[in-house]
């Protein structure tokens, strides 16, 4: 006969002896998890100390590689792309999924905290100097999309730093599918430095906008060249320029693809009677 009381468990909640039966199929069994259904054992009722280990077990552990990916990649950032692009992914996060949880974490600060409407109060105020009411209104209503859309505008950039990247390095070791992994994990832990370095500049330092982005610029460099330079060989200076040079052709890439849709809705709009607004 089984019994229907808790098992003895031990601090981190996982059943060591005992038999129950499982609260969802009612399936006798010993151990953590249901055979048949794969239903966890609970200690009893919901508490407060429950849930809060709970999270604070979701925190420490999202999934099983993402905090030493994260470490990883800021310590020995060439080791983890070495190992991945081997196929030793195991110790790994999946580098798309770290991306986006890093863009995700990165954007509700940036947004939340202000500082993105810092940053484009500054760019509005260099760039109205000279512009029409019209330009203005444009612009407004182009940082405003930007602003709604920031995560995503933030990810679509990564194919075009991609390309970048894969024209001036020139390495035939990679393809340019194992170029957007290697981007992938670079630019999701950049999210991050970048991040703490825009904080750091505002409600610490309170720096202009324009340090603001030269800093983040600047570690951003730095980093790649740190990251880069193991895996491809050059030396630092030859790796620092080639990381500029992609990172300003990628952002070339960027603006032209950016103005060649927006040519293309706009001649759709104007054939079909549209306003822009309207």
């Not at 001036?168 to 999701?188: K, P, Q, T």
């Amino acid at each position: 006969m089984t019994s229907n009381s808790p098992p003895i468990l031990e601090s981190g909640g996982q059943a060591i002896a005992g038999s129950v039966n499982c609260k969802t199929c009612n399936t006798p069994f010993d151990g953590a998890f249901c055979p048949s259904c794969g239903q966890k054992v609970l200690p009893g009722r919901f508490t407060l100390r429950m849930l809060f280990s709970q999270l604070i077990g979701m925190i420490t552990n999202i999934e099983r590689g993402f905090w030493h990916t994260f470490w990883m990649l800021l310590v020995r950032p060439w080791v983890v792309i070495e190992d991945y692009l081997a196929q030793r992914t195991r110790p790994y996060y999946d580098p798309f999924r770290f991306l986006f949880i890093m863009t995700g974490i990165a954007s509700v600060f940036i947004i939340g905290l202000g500082l993105f409407d810092y940053q484009m109060e500054n760019m509005n105020e260099l760039m109205q100097l000279n512009q029409t009411a019209q330009q203005q209104a444009f612009q407004q209503g182009t940082m405003t999309f930007i602003r709604k859309y920031f995560n995503i505008m933030s990810l679509l950039i990564i194919p075009f730093f991609t390309l970048g990247a894969r024209l001036i390095f020139r390495s035939r070791r990679f393809n340019l599918a194992e170029f957007i992994i290697v981007f992938s994990f670079l630019y999701g832990e950049l999210q991050l430095i970048s991040l703490v370095i825009q904080m750091a500049g505002f409600f610490v330092f309170h720096l202009k906008y324009n340090w603001i982005i030269i800093s983040s610029m600047g570690v951003s460099i730095a980093y790649y060249a740190y990251a880069l330079k193991p895996i491809f060989g050059y030396s630092y200076p030859g790796t620092v320029l080639r990381a500029v040079t992609a990172q300003l052709l990628g952002f070339i890439f960027f603006m032209v693809a950016s103005l060649i849709l927006g040519l293309i809705i706009g001649l759709v709009m104007v054939f079909m009677g549209l306003k822009p607004g309207g």
